[in-house]
T-cell receptor, first 116, second 114 residues
């Protein structure tokens, strides 16, 4: 079974440029998460989707970040414009939906973003 | 006050010893507790979860939960160099109607010395 797929794995952009990250969750996983992880820190949730609905986006900086999961499967996270402080690893994770037992999250390999 | 606290380490133990990793949390309403392992440059992977007070064993790993003290720990017996990684504690709190919050600690870096 394929795991969570993310692309690109690495991205270097100049500040003020836009950037987009793509995630394809494990087949059958209704819940999808986008996290941001800075060096030496734990993952911080940006947004959580249940199918195509964003159910928790309280930590998403909505002035520059946006996300979508139009068909309830793959998802895109966008930053526009990027700032130096956005340099981090962006992790996507997926899990079975609520009420389906353990909320075990499977993480993708992440996208390492460097803003110069 | 941080919601989930972990000693950042590094915690160094000799090969074959028991490694003890600790985590405290501030929200008494937290219900589920997870331990993730993250190798350098890799993504986190779940190694154990625990819901009830007491111990839960899985191979060389034992998770311990004490809700009264708001404390969860992970013991790794017979530590191996391949256990060298950062261990993340995550705490889940249900908010009702299918809503929940999962908060990660900063992680503890473990180094197992051959």
């Amino acid at each position: 079974e394929a795991g969570v797929v993310q692309s690109p794995r690495y991205k270097i952009i100049e500040k003020k440029q836009p950037v987009a990250f793509w995630c394809n969750p494990i087949s059958g996983h209704n819940t999808l998460y986008w996290y941001l992880q800075n060096l030496g820190q734990g993952p911080e949730l940006l947004i959580r989707y249940e199918n195509e609905e964003a159910v928790d986006d309280s930590q998403l900086p909505k002035d520059r970040f946006s996300a979508e999961r139009l068909k309830g499967v793959d998802s895109t996270l966008k930053i526009q414009p990027a700032e130096l402080g956005d340099s981090a690893v962006y992790l996507c994770a997926s899990s079975l939906g609520p009420g389906q037992g353990v909320y075990e999250q499977y993480f993708g390999p992440g996208t390492r973003l460097t803003v110069t | 006050q941080k919601e989930v606290e972990q000693n950042s380490g590094p915690l160094s133990v000799p090969e074959g010893a028991i490694a003890s990793l600790n985590c405290t949390y501030s929200d008494r309403g937290s219900q589920s507790f997870f331990w993730y392992r993250q190798y350098s440059g890799k993504s986190p992977e779940l190694i154990m979860f625990i819901y009830s007070n007491g111990d839960k064993e899985d191979g060389r790993f034992t998770a311990q939960l004490n809700k009264a003290s708001q404390y969860v720990s992970l013991l790794i017996r017979d530590s191996q160099p391949s256990d060298s990684a950062t261990y993340l504690c995550a705490v889940k709190r249900d908010s009702g109607a299918g809503s929940y919050q999962l908060t990660f600690g900063k992680g503890t870096k473990l180094s197992v010395i051959p």
